[in-house]
C-alpha cells in the first residue's frame, strides 16, 4: 500500500515557475514508477509526465516538454514536478500516481495509487 500527499500549488503569474512535491508513504517508493497527470476544469485527465523507479531520462507530454521536469529522491520517499515557464493552459488540478505494471506511463489505468491532488492557477 502506498500514500501519495502532493504540495506546492498556487497562484502564480504566466512564465513563473512552481515545483510540486509528491511525499509517498511505505518503503517500497523506490521500486514504483511515478508519473504526473493534471485536470483541467470541464476536461479529461491528461498526462504530463513519467519517471521509472531504476531512473533514466523521464518522458513528458509534449505540452509540457522543455518546461517541466521530473526528479526523484528515494531516500525521501518524494518525486517533484518543477514547472517553468508556465501558461494559463497549464491550470489544473495536479496528481501524481505510483504504479508497478506500468508500460509507457501515460494512460491513467496503468496506476495503482493516486494523490487527492494540488491546484496550479496560471495567471496571465
Known amino acids: 500500500q502506498v500514500q501519495l500527499v502532493e504540495s506546492g500549488g498556487g497562484l502564480v503569474q504566466a512564465g513563473g515557475s512552481l515545483r510540486l512535491s509528491c511525499a509517498a508513504s511505505g518503503r517500497a517508493f523506490s521500486t514504483y514508477n511515478m508519473g504526473w497527470f493534471r485536470q483541467a476544469p470541464g476536461k479529461e485527465r491528461e498526462f504530463v509526465g513519467f519517471?521509472?523507479?531504476?531512473?533514466?531520462?523521464?518522458w513528458y507530454a509534449d505540452s509540457v516538454k522543455g518546461r517541466f521536469t521530473i526528479s526523484r529522491d528515494n531516500a525521501k520517499n518524494t518525486v517533484y514536478l518543477q514547472m517553468n515557464s508556465l501558461k494559463p493552459e497549464d491550470t489544473a488540478v495536479y496528481y501524481c500516481?505510483?504504479?508497478?505494471?506500468?508500460?509507457?506511463?501515460?494512460?491513467?489505468?496503468?496506476?495503482?495509487?493516486w494523490g487527492q491532488g494540488t491546484q496550479v492557477t496560471v495567471s496571465s
Open positions: 500516481a505510483a504504479g508497478r505494471r506500468t508500460s509507457n506511463g501515460r494512460e491513467a489505468y496503468e496506476y495503482d495509487y
Open positions: 519517471s521509472f523507479w531504476s531512473g533514466g531520462s523521464p
